[in-house]
């Protein structure tokens, strides 16, 4: 029962070089989501989308792309890494509009 | 805009002390509202969830009452025990939008 995957766990970037974090669900859900985790400041959503080949811009998208190719996949591009852009990033799903989120294990990248 | 306020900790008891965290809210319509909890190097998990005005979504021991009235949403536990020691974080949903909104979490600890 995987639930949300997320790779890598940790990485170190140097400043504008680029990457791509990956996320996967099998939980057929369509609805997906990119947040970062800054110290004492919440969740906020970078990108969000809502079935494959449709994404929207969340609360905080520049620097970052994403694509929904399947139903499955959800994966962040950031193409000039920045300091600010140091943080935890968590991918999430849920199967319909309002369900519950379910919530990967996240990555911890920082930019130095 | 919607918005969820909880309030700020760290918030330090001993164990079998009462747990009150507070949470509130501003949102158009009839939102959806949960609670989430955040082990160290984990990402969230769905404590409970209420859907309508005096709905009482309750596991594990946590409750918390939809207050349309007081737009409130606070989490109480009768009896914490070391183990409950996490981040809590109070999120609502507004059917048409597609997005969460969470407040900037509560950090709790327990003492033995």
């Known amino acids: 029962n995987a639930g949300v995957t997320q790779t890598p766990k940790f990485r170190i970037l140097k400043i504008g070089q680029s990457m791509t974090l990956q996320c996967a669900q099998d939980?057929?859900?369509?609805?997906m989501y990119w947040y970062r985790q800054d110290p004492g400041m919440g969740l906020k959503l970078i990108y969000y989308?809502?079935?494959?080949?449709?994404?929207d811009k969340g609360e905080v998208p520049n620097g970052y792309n994403v694509s929904r190719s399947t139903t499955e996949d959800f994966p962040l591009r950031l193409e000039l890494a920045a300091p600010s852009q140091t943080s935890v990033y968590f991918c999430?799903?849920?199967?319909?509009?309002?369900?519950?989120?379910?919530f990967g294990d996240g990555t911890r990248l920082s930019i130095l | 805009g919607n918005s969820v306020t909880q309030m700020e900790g760290p918030v330090t008891l001993s164990e079998e002390a009462f747990l009150t965290i507070n949470c509130t809210y501003t949102?158009?319509?009839?939102?959806?509202l949960f609670w989430y909890v955040q082990y160290p190097g984990e990402g969230l998990q769905l404590l409970l969830k209420?859907?309508?005005?005096?709905d009482k979504g309750s596991n594990k021991g946590f409750e918390a009452t939809y207050r349309k009235e007081t737009t409130s949403f606070h989490l109480e536990k009768g009896s914490v025990q070391v183990s409950d020691s996490a981040v809590y974080f109070c999120?609502?949903?507004?059917?048409?939008?597609?997005?969460?909104?969470f407040g900037t979490g509560t950090r709790l600890k327990v003492l033995a």
């Open positions: 209420a859907t309508k005005a005096d």
């Open positions: 939980m057929n859900h369509n609805y």
């Open positions: 999120a609502l949903f507004t059917s048409g939008t597609y997005k969460y909104i």
């Open positions: 989308s809502v079935g494959a080949g449709i994404t």
């Open positions: 999430a799903s849920s199967s319909v509009e309002g369900q519950p989120q379910h």
């Open positions: 949102a158009t319509g009839y939102p959806s």
